[in-house]
Nanobody, 113 residues
Framework: QVQLVESGGGLVQSGGSLRLSCTAS????????LAWYRQAPGKEREWLGA???????TYADSVKGRFTISRDVAKNTMYLQMNNLTPDDTAVYYC???????WGRGTQVTVSS
């Protein structure tokens, strides 16, 4: 069984920061590549970046320099540190085992102006 659970979302003011977590369990604990996505109301799901066990994280241009992905292998957890948030970052944030249909249920991030 594969399970991904996101947490850490909430309401934050523009310019603030949040750190999201994605905890893997079951057969997801030794996955090489985990990815972050988000989906804003009325928009398509957007890839934000990925964590690799064998290489540095990669990022979408839209978040590079503001978002940082890290991983704690011992805790089976991937993180998304988000800084200098704007209302355009309001979305549901998801993690996914790359190139599979295994997704978490998402965590809501709302940035107020």
């Amino acid at each position: 069984q594969v399970q991904l659970v996101e947490s850490g979302g909430g309401l934050v003011q523009s310019g603030g920061s949040l750190r999201l977590s994605c905890t893997a369990s079951g057969q997801a604990t030794m996955v090489n590549v985990l990815a972050w996505y988000r989906q804003a109301p009325g928009k398509e799901r957007e890839w934000l970046g990925a964590s690799r066990l064998d290489d540095d994280p990669t990022y979408a241009d839209s978040v590079k320099g503001r978002f940082t992905i890290s991983r704690d292998v011992a805790k089976n957890t991937m993180y998304l540190q988000m800084n200098n948030l704007t209302p355009d970052d309001t979305a549901v944030y998801y993690c996914r085992i790359a190139e599979t249909n295994y997704w978490g249920r998402g965590t809501q991030v709302t940035v107020s102006s």
